[in-house]
């Protein structure tokens, strides 16, 4: 990508870098789209002429965040959302980086696909685009991809999307390959027999609400497998939106053992629960399902603590006509890169988790676990920045997001933070005016 040849310091920040455990006042010099230094706690002097000065006025600077599950429509459903304006969405909300799905039409199961995101990406030239890649062909769970090939071509994990993989041989067989070149493997946690044609999580709210729901417990049944087949084979799991407090226990249990697993979390099930469904409102049907507050209160619990280390958007676009159905009807799904940071940040307006923590959860986690450079304040790591007001009042108004689609279960809601300017490889990608 094409740097600004201007140097840009951006001073009288709170600085916010999880990396160095780092919250207090400072800036950030950048030049040829990486941090060329890093000032903390004081000024830096007199700066060169041909620096451009931007004052932060005390709001914070933080690294950009990287969201680890976004979903578009591109390619086979550009209606949904495309990889502009899905990388517009995320330059307004302060995310510098997108891992997309690989469950699009056709699929994400080849090198040549991970080429084309890329190119793609490279052509629209705003956010930081990596490609997850099918673990199984089409994602239909039966055959598998050449894990090799697309890491290779630049796939930065792999996973069925949405589907769950039954068949534990199948399942054994890509920890086993991935295990060969490094390559991390994502997987959602639901017992397809529990779950299938349901769109609730059991329980009194479903039953009144005359909901087709499965028992909480689906995620841990088919979670106990996959941390089980993961220590046999010695791979990496991604626990894909992890959100019972019983399956916390159960991967809790699993790392103390030494298995190599972590898991996401998805701003969704951290900012709302199954009441939230009220009347039918289908912008509340997910996949997973809204849980019971206790698992919502456990979710957060988690963030704070660092045992559910990645917060996720779990941005999935999706037209009114997928939506505007009965309940059981519509689709699953809600668009949240836009939403991601001033839903996060409501943790911390809350008093339920640190800046810095929830911070890390978007931004150094994510990048470390990928083995990204981005997501820290750092000499020589690339200029991903965002300044963002975290006090400022925001109304959620779906009619107003970036995104193609409107799906958002905020809509109406009052948050606060608003992002000022994103930043990628040191060029302004989006400002408020």
């Known amino acids: 990508m094409a740097h600004s040849q201007r140097p840009l310091a951006l001073l009288g920040a709170r600085l916010v870098d999880p990396a160095s455990f780092c919250d207090g006042p400072g800036g950030v010099l950048v030049c040829d789209g990486v941090i060329a230094d890093v000032f903390r706690g004081s000024d830096p002097g007199p700066l060169s002429a041909d620096v451009e000065v931007y004052d932060c006025l005390g709001h914070m600077l933080s690294p950009g965040l990287i969201d680890l599950r976004v979903k578009t429509g591109e390619p086979g459903a550009e209606p949904k959302e495309t990889l502009k304006s899905a990388s517009r969405a995320a330059a307004a909300g302060g995310v510098t980086s997108i891992v997309v799905q690989p469950d699009t039409d056709p699929s994400v199961d080849d090198p040549a696909m ?6 793609r990406a490279r052509d629209i030239e705003l956010v930081n685009v990596y490609p997850a890649g099918a673990s199984t062909r089409g994602c239909k769970g039966e055959r598998l991809t050449e894990i090799g090939l697309m890491r290779e071509a630049g796939a930065v994990y792999f996973t069925n999307g949405d589907q769950p993989i039954v068949n534990s041989r199948v399942f054994r067989r890509i920890l086993t390959y ?11 946690p639901a017992d397809p027999w529990l779950s299938d044609g349901t ?19 689906s995620e841990r049944i088919m979670l106990e497998r996959d941390l089980a087949i993961t220590e046999l084979t010695g791979g990496r799991l991604l626990v894909d939106q992890i959100t019972t407090a019983d399956a916390l226990q159960s ?3 699993a790392q103390a053992k030494g298995v190599s697993a972590l898991a996401t979390v998805s701003i969704n099930h951290l900012s709302f629960n199954e009441i939230d469904t009220g009347d039918y409102r289908t912008f509340y049907r997910m996949d997973p399902p809204l849980r019971t507050e206790e698992d919502r209160q456990a979710l957060i619990e988690a963030v704070a603590d660092g045992r559910a280390p990645i917060i996720v958007s779990a941005h999935a676009p999706l037209p009114a006509e997928d939506k505007r159905l009965p309940f059981s009807e519509s689709l699953p799904g809600a668009v949240g890169l836009e939403t991601l940071l001033p839903a996060a940040l409501s943790l911390h307006h809350e008093g339920r988790a640190k800046l810095i923590d929830l911070m890390r959860a978007m931004t150094l986690a994510p990048a470390e676990l990928l083995g990204l450079p981005s997501g820290r304040l750092k000499k020589g790591a690339p200029a991903d920045l965002i300044v963002c007001d975290i006090d400022a009042p925001v109304i959620i108004d779906a009619d107003r997001l970036v995104s193609k689609s409107k799906n958002s279960p905020f809509d109406g809601r009052r948050l606060q933070g608003l992002v000022l300017r994103t930043l990628v490889d040191g060029r302004i990608v989006h400002q408020t005016p």
């Open 251 to 253: 991967l809790a249990r």
């Open 114 to 119: 991970v080429d084309f995101i890329l190119r």
């Open 178 to 188: 991935a295990k060969a070149f490094g390559a991390l493997v994502a997987h959602r």
């Open 199 to 217: 769109c609730a999580t059991e329980g009194e709210f479903a039953a009144r609400a005359g909901l087709p729901s499965a028992p909480a417990v």
